[in-house]
């Protein structure tokens, strides 16, 4: 049963095939609108999301299926203490697919052992947001007609920007990507993302503190939202939320057909006199998001036809690990009874599979 946990639990030629299907759909939508009829998808979302959701749900009713769902917990039994794992076996016997959101790190990996149908990680915490690359990928094949041999520069919460972490795993397997990590000190990647990502997949990536000093070099510059509510402390929030903003002044200095990505919702880190330029690209990039997740709901349900529905939770005990525990209090192995699961990650360190976090 194939999911979507991680933006590279697809293939690079499954990732490449997904956004062919997305551009069939959009040279030919009406041969796509009845392909799911019957099929439904449950979108559980635990953390406040309008494109994500909407863009969900408009692509699979576009594909002729159905969808049930909550985008509250509030309004769901997680209210009385039901846990992940009991509330995606439930709603498995409602669903053909589910599309989760959580706040906690790796709860839609817990989904996707017991779900028993494909599981679509919709974003958790700070962790990954794979439906997001898919959306980034698509927006740069489509503006600059390929995946590779290009420089991106990604600017702003590159600490706690999922969207960021995601797209650099995604883009670390494509040749010839250049990255240029733009961010204050308190926002920088975090270390297990420049260790294992940037220096053992050899992405060749530079660090710098303004936009300003890169922008002539960029093909794609992808700006990014300070996330507020993944902050401990008000004082530091304040002290970097005005770090970047871009304008046409900054603009004018980058390439005529460089394109300017941001996963939105935005607050002040791109000026509204931006938008008019044409190299603003980011509301183009949301539309793209639809037809992506088309492709992907579409494809993991024709993967998973004939696939028998499992019961048994799907985990490898190889990875069980009872002597260790995470770390990261934004874990879902910290707050609810998970199996302890940790690999050894390419850096050589032991890393915890829900969040990538070392143990304790
Ligand atoms: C992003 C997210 O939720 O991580 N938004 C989105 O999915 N389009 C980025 C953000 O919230 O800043």
Known sequence: MKHLIEPTDLTVAETDSIIALAEDIIADRAKYSDVCRGKKLATLFYEPSTRTRLSFTSAMMELGGDVIGFSDAASSSVSKGETVADT????????????????KEGA??????????????????????????????????????????????????????????????????????????????????PEYMRREVCDKCGIDYREVSTMEEVMPELDVLYMTRVQKERFFDEEEFNRVKDSFVLDPQKLAAAKNDMIVLHPLPRVNEITRAVDADPRAAYFRQVENGKFVRMALIYSLLRWAEGEPRRTAPQIDPALIHPEFACSNARCISTTEDVDPLFHLAADGTCRCAYCESRPK
Request: glycine residues 8%; contains cysteine.
């Open 108 to 189: 839609p990996l817990v989904a996707s052992q017991y779900a028993g149908i494909p599981v679509i990680n919709a974003g958790d915490g700070s962790h990954a947001h794979p439906t997001q690359t898919l959306t980034d990928l698509l927006t740069i094949k489509r503006e600059k007609g390929r995946l590779d041999h290009f420089t991106i520069g990604f600017c702003g919460d590159l600490k706690f920007g999922r969207t960021v972490h995601s797209l650099i795993k995604a883009l670390s397997r494509y040749e010839g990507v250049r990255v240029i990590l733009i961010a204050p000190d308190e926002l920088r990647l």
């Open 88 to 103: 995606v076996r439930v709603i498995a016997s409602f669903a053909d697919i589910i599309a989760m959101r959580h706040f």
